[in-house]
């Protein structure tokens, strides 16, 4: 049978799964799966993550403010493989009960405060540690106008095209050009408003331009979904230009290491616990 044979029932139900790289964990039902308790380190901020783009946005936030002096954000950053299901154990369902990484746990006050959702922990952190978040009124507003631009499009790069173009078990022709369509479109708004702006926000480097360059970014810089060919992502010399000034910052490769289980073993680091986690990494340290 192919997609065009396909009548929908009148009513939906799961009775199989769908098949695709994450058949074997992909329910129609929230809740815990397994008993689990969370890991805790010793620092302030816990971070049970893996770097996919969302993971990645929150660890750049932190090396970024680490690299400023911010000794209270300090971080236990925690391996969470979301392949094997491990975003279902209890004790990370009671830390975010959507089950989706990044979560984000705050012990330097009295009643620790659990933060999940990207945006909502870059905009934790930002007000907790008085940065990357501009004060004046329209410098705030354009900030998070692309923040929450973000947040809106990526399901769109992420869940729709990067779907279907690399993990669906079939190749849907109408489904990848109507995704592929509308990613194009993303880099071209994106585009033409960098072509005007260094940043997201203007000349100011905030947390907007860390929630849109692991996807976009890594988009143009090759890193996702090997689709760079495919849509022709040199097209948008402003994006990459962009792209570039962004990863020439120390944090920002920092912040792609922490939690990332692809690419050059080199530019792994599956858990970090010290700043100097990143100075004596070895393929011995990683986390097997």
């Known amino acids: ?37 969370m890991p805790v380190g010793r620092h302030p901020l816990q971070l049970y993550s893996m770097g996919t783009p969302n993971g990645v946005k929150v660890t750049i936030m932190l ?63 930002a007000e907790k540690f008085n940065v990357f978040l501009p004060k004046d009124l329209h410098a705030r507003t354009e900030t998070l106008n692309w923040l929450f631009w973000q947040m809106s499009s990526a399901p769109y790069l ?25 990613v194009k479109r993303q880099l071209d708004v994106l585009d033409q408003h960098l072509a005007k702006n260094e940043y997201l926000a203007g000349n100011e480097y905030t947390i907007a331009d860390m929630a849109v360059f692991p996807w976009y970014g890594g988009l143009v810089k090759g890193w996702l979904y090997s689709a760079a060919e495919f849509l022709s992502v040199h097209e948008y010399q402003h994006v990459n230009r962009w792209a570039d000034t962004l990863y020439a910052r120390p944090a920002v490769k920092r912040g792609r290491m922490v939690n990332q289980l692809r690419g050059e073993l080199s530019e792994q680091l599956h858990e970090r616990h010290e700043a100097s986690d990143f100075d004596t990494q070895t393929q011995d340290k990683l986390v097997k």
Request: avoid cysteine; charge should be negative.
């Open 63 to 125: 090396e970024e403010l680490l690299s400023l002096g911010h000794a209270g954000a300090e971080y236990d950053a925690w391996l969470i493989k979301i392949s094997d299901g491990g975003q279902f154990g209890s004790g990370f369902v009671d830390l975010n009960p959507n089950s989706k990484i990044p979560v984000l746990m705050d012990r330097s006050v009295s009643h620790p405060i659990r933060v999940f959702e990207s945006g909502s922990i870059l905009m934790y952190l």
């Open 158 to 182: 992420g869940g729709g095209f990067g779907h279907f173009y690399a993990y669906a078990p079939v190749k849907i022709e109408y489904a990848i050009d109507r995704f592929a369509m509308e």
């Open 1 to 37: 049978m192919n997609s065009t044979d396909y009548t929908p029932p009148k009513i939906w139900t799961w009775d199989k799964p769908n098949g695709g790289n994450f058949a074997g964990i992909n329910r129609p039902t929230a809740g815990s799966r397994v008993q689990q308790d």
